[in-house]
């Protein structure tokens, strides 16, 4: 009898100890990780992917990864937080290694770009879905995490990128819209896909969020009801001039063509864009700071008193009503 | 338009906001929690389990819950670390409002009875099987986690509780063993079933570990396997008496009638016992300090040189040969 790794010992050793270098990981072989003491604080977060959820089942398997790690990311820069480390659990029907070798491939390229290393996880099987978890941490000055509560009448809101590209880019993937009006720019459509299998987590801008923001959150599950849920956080509601939602080229012109409203945009999921409420009188210094750290951001509205729901103004001031507002898994 | 919250934000606030008292978990309405800075280091930790897989699909659901939060508690235990907060991530194919009131009741009752609460989490839905993933963390001084690897040739191998009684369970209530030994003992059928479906993590054991152990792991797996893992890690073999490794005496019954074999029980899974090495001059102060904190411990061996995979030898010194180490998900 030797010390043969069983099936799952071995995956974890081809395809993840690769990843594993920071030194709390004990190279995977260990039954936990370990984070050194500081002074700051931790932050931690975890979300998951479904297969047929969260992301499409033949999607690229790097593509996945990316998205797994970076859904986490996009909440902890939303928190204030530098990434520091992440867990990965992975439920899989079977052990397929071109699927695997592509997946741990992008995770790692990801967890490098990011500064996030792989600190340990759980490998099991499923008769369902594949379903990836991560739980993500980073860190901050003591004390210093930017909430969901905290916004004031008076604050402007404000939000990076733009809005609308990843629901657009699921639709074109699953032929749920009328694409006519990108026929002559492939690039637009591409990325438009790309937006929604690889969000781009607004990680450079933590720094100007703890020194500006009075409260932030990832815009993931759709605009118009994670803006809803930041209100109710701090017992305030909004008045956002829909004009002014940044939108990309590529969706206007969907608009622009009919094949899609505004109002689909802005209750899509999967932006990953980063919505903040700022103190009108440090709104242009939030701008220099986010435009410093490489992101774009657009002031959209104002945080008003009162419990009633944001209300989303057309040209004329009129609100314009919204069948729905994000995505909910229930 | 009122702020009504979602489906999945009303099962939150319904089931798992009560749970979330930690002043970290900022009552779950944020997007991630806080970990305050301190001097000791954190060990964090995660697994997952599945149904049908990890659980029986008509297994409680208090029980599912405090399976998915003790697995991680007995990893901590092993690692020397005293539990200190949880995230869970929750696969659901619907919202099944009874089932959610008993999952968050035991998932509760267990929390405040480990002192290790709740901060965070995700809901997802799936159209698989119900998956529940826990990332735990515990806190331990300074560079004092406890390793798989450390083991030395001449330490002794202690194990604590017995081993066999979770897979004697399993087998009970999939119908997969003669229980007639166990006829006029419905209570000694009970505790083996309560075995599988409910671990004891052996929480109050980490100083002594962190004290005394070269290497210590929890055994999930199955005994045999999991101390060829650590045997691995530490880079040494084992010779195990296995007439000295601690069974039930309902285990001991099903074994005298044939139901089941010896070597069954030591590769069955689901023990979330605690094995570790001790140098043998240590071995006693270790008993007492286990004892004193109400855990039964057995020296079942000793770490031997050499790659060779440990021996398992019967009352005459024979190695006895296993087919199967530990269970594998691939």
Redesign the interface.
């Known amino acids: 009898?030797?010390?043969a790794?069983?099936?799952?010992?071995s995956?974890i050793a081809r395809y993840f100890k690769p990843l594993a270098t920071d030194p709390g990981a004990?190279g995977l072989?260990?039954?936990?990780?370990?984070?050194?003491?500081?002074?700051?604080?931790?932050?931690?977060?975890?979300?998951?992917?479904?297969e047929?959820?969260?992301y499409l089942p033949d999607d690229p398997p790097d593509t996945i990864a990316r998205k797994a790690l970076r859904v986490n990311l996009s909440?902890?820069a939303?928190?204030g937080?530098t990434p520091a480390g992440f867990?990965?659990?992975l439920?899989?029907r079977?052990?397929d290694e071109i699927w695997l070798a592509a997946f741990a491939r992008g995770l790692g390229e990801d967890a490098a770009a990011f500064g996030c290393p792989l600190?340990?996880?759980?490998?099991?099987?499923?008769?369902?879905?594949v379903?990836i978890?991560v739980?993500a941490?980073g860190r901050l000055p003591?004390s210093r995490?930017v909430?969901?509560?905290g916004a004031r009448p008076g604050d402007r809101v404000v939000v990076t990128g733009a809005i609308g590209d990843a629901t657009l880019g699921l639709r074109i993937l699953t032929g749920k819209i009328d694409t006519t009006a990108l026929a002559h720019d492939p690039a637009a459509r591409d990325m438009l896909i790309g937006r929604y299998r690889v969000p781009q987590p607004r990680s450079t801008l933590a720094t100007a969020l703890r020194d500006y923001a009075t409260a932030s959150?990832?815009v993931s599950?759709g605009f118009a009801?994670d803006l809803?849920?930041l209100?109710?956080?701090s017992h305030v509601s909004a008045d956002i001039q829909l004009s002014q939602v940044p939108i990309s080229s590529a969706a206007s012109k969907l608009v622009a063509a009919g094949a899609v409203q505004l109002k689909t945009l802005i209750s899509g999921g999967d932006d990953y864009e980063i919505l903040c409420t700022v103190p009108a009188a440090q709104c242009d210094a939030y701008r220099a700071a986010a435009n410093s750290a490489g992101i774009a951001v657009a002031d959209i509205g104002a945080i008003v008193e009162g419990?009633?729901?944001p209300r989303f103004l057309d040209a004329q001031g009129r609100p314009v009503?919204?069948q729905r507002?994000?995505y909910?898994?229930?």
């Open positions: 009898m030797t010390q790794p069983s099936g799952e010992d995956l004990f072989v260990d039954d936990a990780a370990a984070i050194p003491a500081g002074a700051d604080d931790l932050v931690v977060n975890t979300d998951a992917i479904v047929g959820v969260h909440d902890l939303a928190k937080a867990l990965l659990t439920a899989l079977q052990k600190l340990g996880g759980d490998t099991v099987s499923t008769p369902g879905p379903m978890s739980t941490w003591k995490m909430h969901r509560f959150m990832d599950d009801g809803t849920k209100c109710a956080a419990p009633q729901a009503s919204l507002l994000s909910s898994h229930f």
